[in-house]
């Protein structure tokens, strides 16, 4: 069985930042791409930013220059560093990994974290 679980949501001022982290544990063989997804009330989930085993990342358009992804392949970890916060940042924001475990590959979801960016 695999499981993603986040921590470093939570409340900040705007301007503010956040760190995000996501560690997956369980059987896995190989974690093919991790990615954070944001999904604010009555909208749909949407990709903030993905990133390849070998550390290539891609960011939605709303992010770049704010938001930075990193991994740590041998921690089986995903790293969503938050600067510059904005109001429309908030929302809650969820793990990703398309890995290879007992089965065959597929993607996995953490439980989500809110993120709230208010003054």
């Known amino acids: 069985q695999v499981q993603l679980v986040e921590s470093g949501g939570g409340l900040v001022q705007p301007g503010g930042s956040l760190r995000l982290s996501c560690a997956a544990s369980g059987n896995i063989f190989s974690i093919y791409v991790m990615g954070w997804y944001r999904q604010a009330p009555g909208k749909q989930r949407d990709l903030v930013a993905g990133i390849t085993s070998s550390g290539s990342a891609n960011y939605a358009d709303s992010v770049k220059g704010r938001f930075t992804i990193s991994r740590d392949n041998a921690k089986n970890t995903v790293y969503l560093q938050m600067n510059s916060l904005k109001p429309e940042d908030t929302a809650v924001y969820y793990c990703?990994?398309?890995?290879?475990?007992?089965?065959?590959?597929?993607?996995?979801w953490g439980q989500g974290t809110q993120v709230t960016v208010s003054s």
């Open positions: 990703n990994a398309h890995l290879a475990g007992l089965g065959p590959s597929r993607g996995y």
